[in-house]
């Protein structure tokens, strides 16, 4: 069983920055392709990056390229998002996922999913 737990969300002004962080466990951390998705209320849940096993591939959606950076650890399970910049329209509950391809951008292609962390970005 592979269990994934996020933590860092909470309210933020725009143009402030934030870094999420997800710790796996289960299964080796390497074996791998991570990525965060996030879910606003209404919205389908959305693609914001991934990040291969080894840590250089690396995908982005549009808007949150040049202010979000995708990164792992391997040593220690972690996998984190920095986001900088934020905008009110980032506001999301944001999910760590897991994969064993490459690197995926669509939430069907994730086997295993933590709990979420909210994040708001207020005006």
């Known amino acids: 069983q592979v269990h994934l737990v996020e933590s860092g969300g909470r309210t933020v002004q725009a143009g402030g920055s934030l870094k999420l962080s997800c710790v796996v466990s289960g299964r080796p951390f390497n074996k791998y392709a991570m990525g965060w998705f996030r879910q606003a209320p209404g919205n389908e849940r959305e693609f914001v990056a991934a990040?291969?096993?080894?840590?250089?591939?690396?995908d982005y959606t549009d808007s949150v390229k040049g202010r979000f950076t995708i990164s792992r650890d391997n040593d220690k399970s972690t996998v984190y998002l920095q986001m900088n910049n934020l905008k009110p329209e980032d506001t999301a509950v944001y999910y760590c996922a897991a994969q064993f391809t490459l690197l995926a951008k669509t939430f069907t292609e994730y086997e295993w999913w933590g709990q979420g962390t909210q994040v708001t970005v207020s005006s």
């Open positions: 990040i291969g096993r080894g840590g250089t591939m690396l």
